[in-house]
T-cell receptor, first 114, second 111 residues
Framework: DAGVIQSPRHEVTEMGQEVTLRCKPI?????LFWYRQTMMRGLELLIY????????DSGMPEDRFSAKMPNASFSTLKIQPSEPRDSAVYFC????????????FGAGTRLSVL | KQEVTQIPAALSVPEGENLVLNCSFT??????LQWFRQDPGKGLTSLLL?????REQTSGRLNASLDKSSGRSTLYIAASQPGDSATYLC??????????FGDGTTLTVKP
């Protein structure tokens, strides 16, 4: 398996623009997690899904952030409108089961909002 | 709210030395604890996963221990090598899937 695949790897956009980050989990995994990493706040869990259903979105910072998982092999994290403080590395991870098994991380998307 | 702390924030050791990284968590009601490695500009790679019922896990030169009652986990690295240089993060997971990460310990192993 190719592992968790995230796209794009890098995104530079202007403040106010819509940003969509994409994630393809490992085939067969039924849990998917979105994280954000910054120097100031470290690694934060934003939202996670189990069997395509959002379980906990309490980590989503604002209504500008939204995430979807339309099927078992694809998820998106959208920021609209984007702001400079959203600049961070966004990671997607997947696992089989919510907590029992190892989470496998993608390489991340480095987002810069100017 | 779970809080995870890792001490020290940075550690530099000469090659060949054995070392211990520390992770503490405030809420002992965890389902498991996971140690990760992160290289600069890269994603996280899972090293060891310890279930709450376990005391330790070993993989090669790595040994992770877990003491739920005291809210502590340690990652022991034997015979360190320059290739071990990276940031090591621990994460506490609840049975509902919620993860809380520490800020990591950045390890430098000098040749």
């Amino acid at each position: 398996d190719a592992g968790v695949i995230q796209s794009p790897r890098h995104e530079v956009t202007e403040m106010g623009q819509e940003v969509t980050l994409r994630c393809k989990p490992i085939s067969g995994h039924n849990s998917l997690f979105w994280y954000r990493q910054t120097m100031m706040r470290g690694l934060e869990l934003l939202i996670y899904f189990n069997n395509n259903v959002p379980i906990d979105d309490s980590g989503m910072p604002e209504d500008r952030f939204s995430a979807k998982m339309p099927n078992a092999s694809f998820s998106t994290l959208k920021i609209q409108p984007s702001e400079p403080r959203d600049s961070a590395v966004y990671f997607c991870a997947s696992s089989y089961g919510l907590a029992k098994n190892i989470q496998y991380f993608g390489a991340g998307t480095r987002l810069s909002v100017l | 709210k779970q809080e995870v702390t890792q001490i020290p924030a940075a550690l530099s050791v000469p090659e060949g030395e054995n070392l211990v990284l520390n992770c503490s968590f405030t809420d002992s009601a965890i389902y498991n604890l996971q140690w990760f490695r992160q290289d600069p500009g890269k994603g996280l790679t899972s090293l060891l996963l310890i279930q709450s019922s376990q005391r330790e896990q070993t993989s090669g030169r790595l040994n992770a221990s877990l003491d739920k009652s005291s809210g502590r986990s340690t990652l022991y690295i034997a015979a360190s090598q320059p290739g071990d240089s990276a940031t090591y993060l621990c994460a506490a997971h609840t049975n509902a899937g919620k993860s809380t990460f520490g800020d990591g310990t950045t390890l430098t192993v000098k040749p």
